[in-house]
């Protein structure tokens, strides 16, 4: 008998955690941010798909991603949420959004820019701006649905 494989429409939410968020911590309270996030709520967005896809056009991906310290980082406000982020550049993060925006994911911003919010307590003028340097650690890719409630879920110390 031929196998059938059934579509799975439904809106899509993939991230990364952070592996090493202790040292991202670490580093936020020496640059004064009061509050921060727990380090296990630590990650990198990759897709946020409002929009319903159908999820068997993606394999997640298991293996772990290293971005090592560079230049391009930087510590920014972000939104209307009162998020603080640690923006970095990556080219594997670029690409693996692009695949999921090329294969149906709708997006709600211009760009994809990967970051790690850092606190939802935003004030970064009286903080130390110099970008955490060392490498960002993130593990295998977690598909899961979009949550609409996600703020209500955070946890900041």
């Given amino acids: 008998f031929p196998v059938t494989i059934h579509k799975q429409y439904k809106t899509l939410y993939v991230d990364r955690p952070l592996l090493n968020g202790e040292h991202l911590v670490e580093w936020a309270r020496k640059a004064g941010f009061d509050k921060v996030l727990d380090p296990s709520d630590m990650h990198v967005t990759i897709a946020f798909s409002r929009g319903v896809v159908d999820w068997t056009n993606f394999k997640p ?87 609409l409630d996600w703020e209500k879920k955070v946890k900041e110390t």
């Fill in 61 to 147: 991906k298991t293996d772990t991603l290293r971005v090592l310290s560079t230049d391009n980082r930087s510590v920014i406000p972000l939104g209307d949420k009162g998020a603080a982020v640690l923006k970095f550049s990556s080219s594997r993060l670029q690409s693996r959004w692009k695949e999921f925006v090329d294969g149906g994911c709708s997006w709600d911003y211009p760009g994809y820019q990967p970051h790690v919010t850092i606190t939802y307590n935003g004030d970064t003028e009286k903080v130390d701006k110099t970008p955490y340097n060392g490498p960002l650690i993130f593990g295998p890719e977690r598909f899961k649905e979009v949550d």
